[in-house]
């Protein structure tokens, strides 16, 4: 099969081209970086022309209310040029309880991306994932001063980047699920507690303030972003990835 993957350069499509290709597939990375821009359009015609599957793994440049507009003209765009080069299989990744956090702009966009997507013209299928592991440096950066960083007690259920690339790429080979796959690691954490086991397995000798108004996780309520029954599991434990 052919796949173009649009962000196939970033952390998830670099992962999932090369899973795709090692199962014997044609995967073709594309971005910005190879004159592929979709919100302009240009060079996305020849990008997914002939693929049989399209994996969009963009994202917003912007965390903030300019991410809705980003989503609606990139997936405008992408879903034109798809239909018009025949692919028959759409494929986005999203956020487990992308949908009940209505506070964050951009949560609002991801269900956005989503809802163009469902009555979009193609069949498609929607993976859903927890928070990544290797972003939980870039969570803390965003509440630290000095020696202390400030982290709510939200629950979260890390993934590692690699488990979700390999589940994308399964997916994208697959049937179209015409709906959404949920991923999650194996494990729930307070977000305060996994600064603090980042922290000591890193070596430093910050701490972490328990505070449940201190950055983007403040907004969320109870565990929603944490795995649904149906979710499947990845292998990777968060201890084991730090270490």
Known sequence: MKFAVIGGTGLIGSLAVKN????GHQAVPHSL?????????????????????VINLTNSPTFDDASPAFFRTSMDNL???SEKGRAG???ILSI???DQVPDLDYYRAKVLQEDILKAGPLPYSIVRAT?????????MSETSEGETVRLPRTPLQPIAAADVARVVAEVAAGTPLNGVLHIAG???????????????AKGDGRSVVTDDTAGMFAAVHGDVLTARNDARIAPTHYADWLS
């Open 20 to 23: 795709l290709n090692t199962a």
């Open 131 to 139: 928070q990544f592991m290797e972003f939980i440096d870039a969570v």
């Open 96 to 98: 487990v309880g992308v």
């Open 79 to 81: 879903l034109a040029a």
């Open 33 to 53: 970086s190879t004159g592929v821009d979709i919100i302009t359009g240009q060079g996305l015609d020849d990008a997914v022309a002939g693929a049989d599957t």
């Open 89 to 91: 299989h759409f494929v």
């Open 186 to 200: 194996p494990d729930v954490y307070p977000l305060d507690e996994l600064g603090r086991l980042t922290l000591t």
